[in-house]
């Protein structure tokens, strides 16, 4: 394989690396209650994504491989297909030797593609799922199911490995809940979020309402307000606007 069409296709490599950060990313991210309301309006890509973030793990792990695949291919053919670009550049020049040319060719090589690969493979696709996170997952999830399907084999094998490999380790399996919020990260999302005082104070009192027992929030019978249904109309309706709340038991007398 020429120079020329070794980079041709580590550029094109890069970026099947970069259409697998992209699809992780926007799949970790993306929230299932939108797709399944876009799946509810009847588009195809939606139910497809959404039947593939059920089963987040597997496409974790099919990503993963494709990374892999991609990172390492990069590094086979891009360093030597750009070190031989390089390497006329250096002889005869300050005295090299053939094997400091090799070297320093090499060196030149590796730090370029990392660059190529770091800037235009990962972070770029990491940027542009997170901010375009639904535009991102609902375009890659058609050939995101096309390549999970043709590595499946490969998928289950290395998905059981690693839980043949926690289990030995006596650690539990990783689970998509895992990528939850707990209620104390969530406070701190909160923190940075623009919510009015009301709102705020009424999200932390959710979070609290955990740690309450049936006797915290219970009222005694005789101060619960109730409408009789013997009573006329205008006294039951005198209670209801004295009162102002939403829900009244009705009670026979």
């Keep these: 394989m020429s120079p020329t069409i070794a980079i041709i296709v580590t550029v094109a490599i890069v970026?099947?690396?970069?259409?697998?950060?992209?699809?992780?990313?926007?799949?970790?991210?993306?929230?299932?209650?939108?797709?399944?309301?876009?799946?509810?309006?009847?588009?195809?890509?939606?139910?497809?994504?959404?039947?593939?973030?059920?089963?987040?793990?597997?496409?974790?792990?099919?990503?993963?491989?494709?990374?892999?695949?991609?990172?390492?291919?990069?590094?086979?053919?891009?360093?030597?297909?750009?070190?031989?670009?390089?390497?006329?550049?250096f002889h005869g020049r300050w005295g090299l030797n053939d094997g400091t040319v090799h070297t320093v060719a090499a060196a030149i090589s590796l730090t370029l593609i990392t660059f190529l690969h770091t800037v235009v493979g990962e972070?770029?696709?990491k940027a542009l799922a997170l901010q375009?996170?639904?535009?991102?997952?609902?375009?890659?999830?058609?050939?995101?199911?096309?390549?999970?399907?043709?590595?499946?084999?490969?998928?289950?094998?290395?998905?059981?490995?690693?839980?043949?490999?926690?289990?030995?380790?006596?650690?539990?399996?990783?689970?998509?809940?895992?990528l939850l919020h707990s209620p104390d990260e969530l406070r701190l999302v909160m923190q940075h979020v623009q919510l009015d005082q009301g709102a705020r104070r009424l999200i932390d009192r959710v979070f609290d309402y955990t740690h309450r027992i049936?006797?915290?929030?219970?009222?005694?019978?005789?101060?619960?307000v109730v409408l009789i249904a013997g009573r006329p109309f205008d006294d039951n309706l005198r209670i209801a606007l004295a009162n102002q709340y939403t829900r009244y038991p009705l009670v026979d007398p």
């Excluded at 990313?25 to 593939?52: C, D, H, W, Y």
């Design 123 to 125: 972070l770029v696709p």
């Design 132 to 178: 375009q996170t639904e535009p991102v997952a609902l375009w890659t999830a058609v050939p995101f199911r096309i390549f999970y399907l043709v590595t499946a084999p490969f998928t289950w094998a290395l998905g059981n490995s690693a839980a043949l490999i926690l289990k030995i380790l006596r650690l539990p399996p990783t689970s998509e809940a895992e």
């Design 15 to 89: 970026l099947v690396n970069a259409f697998f950060v992209a699809a992780e990313f926007s799949f970790v991210k993306i929230r299932p209650t939108r797709i399944e309301q876009l799946a509810n309006q009847g588009k195809r890509r939606a139910r497809l994504l959404l039947s593939m973030i059920k089963h987040l793990n597997v496409y974790l792990s099919a990503s993963q491989i494709g990374i892999t695949v991609a990172s390492l291919t990069v590094g086979w053919i891009g360093e030597p297909a750009i070190a031989k670009l390089l390497t006329p550049l």
């Design 214 to 224: 049936a006797r915290h929030v219970m009222i005694l019978r005789r101060d619960v």
